[in-house]
């Protein structure tokens, strides 16, 4: 057993190295990806993220971009007229359209070992030529039309790129002063050497707003960053848990295997030792009680007391593990009946009464009269008061006393209280005590040590029945058990019915019906 624990635990310690190394090495790659595709060589910045989002806006936009540049180069042709209009319109419109393309054929091959500077300079080179084409649309003027209509146009036209193009090139960092801040420039500077006082009021407006647009790309860029890392942190955490479910569901498996060979292996050696143990208990108790002849010899009849105790101490511990064990595997049944909880008492102290005298203990009991019967299981019951009986007069010293109580609780239940004046039990180490196979340091001490099973299995019975088990000890005050059943357990007294017509009662109705005297 101890092979496979140790295995097990080998195994997990596997599986968890395992992933933290799985999780360093993507994390390193990850970060030299980044170094080798940033121009900056900084650690990566999810500029691979950011180049896919910046092709799906212009992918998006591969109509809408034509079209403006139609309906700009439409109003323009009354001042410039059609045939540098139409020429204009059609080279930006085919740049964007190249651009579209582009950004189209990038997320079609986009795939963790593309060369991203490779791509970032093929659009930059396009963006350049769409931005000539803007510049020559604001350096181109018509102040000798008379009016001031056509300036007005390229005032509007400009701004409505500045904002179009910052949110098509957020997340491609260059983008929008590449585009739109040249012809802003271009323009500002045309209407600043006009010295008329809108039309510089208009060339500032162009500028500021410039950088306005600038400074709102960048916080796109920011967000976007941000939820970036969000979701890889996200997709990170959600590998972790996989893993720690992986681990779990492994470990639950190894267990259920382990209480199932657990099982096997009780019910199998409860048989193999039970056989020979009474096979010794007979003969023992034989040669003790010298039914077949006297022995002649005391210390020869001694020992046969002694093997005979200790073969009685062996088979009480066998059937506690067995307890415990079925209790565990959810596999001990109740065989639910109505008793009187007195009277179970009653018969333990009886029982116990005899070792108490030798060992100059004293039991006093207290019962309140006229209880009713509880809807339980008598053997359980009979076990939970013989354990906490015989833990009481075990470490209750000579001389000492046990009172023990049975009556009514305030919510109407019953309970069953055993008090002594022996040692205690420290407070911390009474969580110890009601764990399986847990005994406290005067237990430890005591020459009666016993498996540590009798607590949890009472406790354990307790609540099978609904109830709630207390343990309160004090050291060098001694320790008071107090079981405690609940009222849905006590069986009400009631009159006897003579009426046939009632025979056909619920089962549990005519149990509370036979329950009185």
Same mark, same amino acid.
């Given at each position: 057993?101890?092979?496979?624990?140790? =295995?097990?635990?080998?195994?997990?310690?596997?599986?968890?190295?395992?992933?933290?190394?799985?999780?360093?090495?993507?994390?390193?790659?990850?970060?030299?990806?980044?170094?080798?595709?940033?121009? !900056?060589?900084?650690?990566?910045?999810?500029?691979?993220?950011?180049?896919?989002?910046?092709?799906?806006?212009? *992918?998006?936009?591969?109509?809408?971009?034509?079209?403006?540049?139609?309906?700009?180069?439409?109003?323009? =042709? &009354?001042?410039?007229?059609?045939?540098?209009?139409?020429?204009?319109?059609?080279?930006?419109?085919?740049?964007?359209?190249?651009?579209? /393309?582009?950004?189209?054929?990038?997320?079609?091959?986009?795939?963790?070992?593309?060369?991203?500077?490779?791509?970032?300079?093929?659009?930059?080179?396009?963006?350049?030529?769409?931005?000539?084409?803007?510049?020559?649309?604001?350096?181109?003027?018509?102040?000798?039309?008379?009016?001031?209509?056509?300036?007005?146009?390229? #005032?509007?036209?400009?701004?409505?790129?500045?904002? !179009?193009?910052?949110?098509?090139?957020?997340?491609?960092?260059?983008?929008?002063? %590449?585009?739109?801040?040249?012809?802003?420039?271009?323009?500002?500077?045309?209407?600043?050497?006009?010295?008329? +006082?809108?039309?510089?009021?208009?060339?500032?407006?162009?500028?500021?707003?410039? *950088?306005?647009?600038?400074?709102?790309?960048?916080? #796109?860029?920011?967000?976007?960053?941000?939820?970036?890392?969000?979701?890889?942190?996200?997709? @990170? /955490?959600?590998?972790?848990?996989?893993?720690?479910?992986?681990?779990?569901?492994?470990?639950?498996?190894?267990?259920?295997?382990?209480?199932?060979?657990?099982?096997?292996?009780?019910?199998?050696? =409860?048989?193999?030792?039970?056989?020979?143990?009474?096979?010794?208990?007979?003969?023992?108790?034989?040669?003790?009680?010298?039914?077949? $002849?006297?022995?002649?010899?005391?210390?020869?009849?001694?020992?046969?007391?002694?093997?005979?105790?200790? $073969?009685?101490?062996?088979? @009480? /511990?066998? @059937?506690?593990?067995?307890?415990?064990?079925?209790?565990?595997?959810?596999?001990?049944?109740?065989?639910?009946?109505?008793?009187?909880?007195?009277?179970?008492?009653?018969?333990?102290?009886?029982?116990?009464?005899?070792?108490?005298?030798?060992?100059?203990?004293?039991?006093?009991?207290? &019962?309140?009269?006229?209880?009713?019967?509880?809807?339980?299981?008598?053997?359980?019951?009979?076990? *939970? !008061?013989?354990?906490?009986?015989?833990?009481?007069?075990?470490?209750?010293?000579?001389?000492?006393?046990?009172?023990?109580? %049975? $009556?009514? !609780?305030?919510?109407?239940?019953?309970?069953?209280?055993?008090?002594?004046?022996? +040692?205690?039990?420290?407070?911390?180490?009474?969580?110890? *005590?009601? =764990?399986?196979?847990?005994?406290?340091?005067?237990?430890?001490?005591?020459?009666?040590?016993?498996?540590?099973? $009798?607590?949890?299995?009472?406790?354990?019975?307790?609540?099978?029945?609904?109830?709630?088990?207390?343990?309160?000890?004090?050291?060098?005050?001694?320790?008071?058990?107090?079981?405690?059943?609940?009222?849905?357990?006590?069986?009400?007294?009631?009159?006897?019915?003579?009426?046939? @017509?009632?025979?056909?009662?619920?089962?549990?109705?005519?149990?509370?019906?036979?329950?009185?005297?």
């Amino acid at each position: 057993m101890s092979v496979n624990i140790r =295995s097990s635990k080998t195994h997990d310690k596997t599986i968890v190295d395992r992933t933290r190394k799985l999780n360093d090495a993507s994390r390193t790659v990850r970060d030299m990806r980044g170094r080798l595709t940033s121009s !900056t060589g900084a650690p990566i910045a999810f500029e691979f993220e950011l180049m896919k989002s910046f092709a799906r806006n212009y *992918v998006n936009a591969r109509l809408a971009l034509p079209l403006l540049v139609l309906l700009v180069a439409g109003v323009a =042709s &009354f001042w410039i007229g059609q045939f540098i209009a139409g020429l204009w319109a059609g080279t930006i419109a085919l740049s964007y359209v190249l651009l579209s /393309l582009h950004c189209k054929r990038f997320l079609a091959e986009v795939t963790e070992e593309i060369e991203l500077p490779s791509w970032s300079k093929r659009f930059l080179s396009i963006q350049i030529l769409i931005s000539v084409c803007w510049v020559f649309f604001a350096s181109f003027g018509c102040m000798s039309c008379g009016d001031d209509q056509y300036g007005i146009i390229q #005032f509007s036209t400009i701004l409505v790129i500045q904002a !179009t193009t910052a949110m098509l090139t957020y997340a491609f960092g260059k983008g929008l002063l %590449v585009v739109a801040a040249p012809a802003s420039l271009v323009l500002a500077i045309r209407f600043f050497l006009t010295y008329d +006082p809108a039309f510089m009021v208009m060339g500032g407006i162009c500028c500021i707003s410039m *950088v306005f647009f600038y400074l709102i790309a960048n916080r #796109f860029k920011v967000s976007v960053i941000s939820m970036l890392q969000g979701s890889a942190e996200r997709e @990170n /955490l959600i590998g972790e848990l996989e893993t720690a479910k992986s681990i779990s569901e492994e470990a639950r498996r190894r267990a259920e295997e382990a209480n199932l060979a657990k099982s096997r292996f009780l019910a199998t050696m =409860s048989h193999e030792l039970r056989t020979p143990l009474n096979a010794i208990l007979g003969f023992s108790e034989v040669i003790q009680k010298e039914v077949l $002849g006297p022995i002649g010899n005391d210390t020869y009849k001694e020992y046969a007391g002694d093997i005979h105790e200790s $073969g009685t101490h062996l088979l @009480n /511990l066998i @059937n506690e593990i067995l307890d415990i064990s079925r209790i565990e595997a959810g596999k001990q049944e109740l065989h639910e009946e109505a008793v009187r909880l007195v009277h179970i008492v009653e018969n333990a102290c009886h029982m116990l009464d005899i070792k108490a005298k030798d060992k100059g203990v004293s039991i006093h009991t207290q &019962f309140e009269e006229n209880l009713p019967h509880l809807w339980a299981d008598e053997r359980a019951l009979r076990q *939970v !008061t013989l354990n906490l009986m015989s833990n009481a007069l075990k470490f209750t010293p000579n001389g000492g006393r046990i009172d023990v109580k %049975v $009556g009514w !609780t305030q919510l109407g239940g019953q309970y069953l209280s055993i008090k002594d004046n022996g +040692p205690g039990i420290p407070e911390e180490e009474i969580p110890i *005590v009601l =764990s399986s196979f847990g005994q406290g340091s005067i237990a430890i001490k005591s020459a009666e040590q016993g498996t540590g099973l $009798g607590l949890p299995i009472v406790q354990a019975l307790v609540h099978m029945h609904e109830g709630k088990f207390t343990l309160k000890s004090k050291l060098r005050e001694g320790t008071e058990v107090i079981a405690v059943f609940p009222k849905s357990r006590v069986l009400e007294v009631m009159e006897p019915v003579h009426d046939e @017509n009632l025979a056909v009662a619920h089962p549990r109705e005519n149990r509370k019906i036979g329950a009185k005297g």
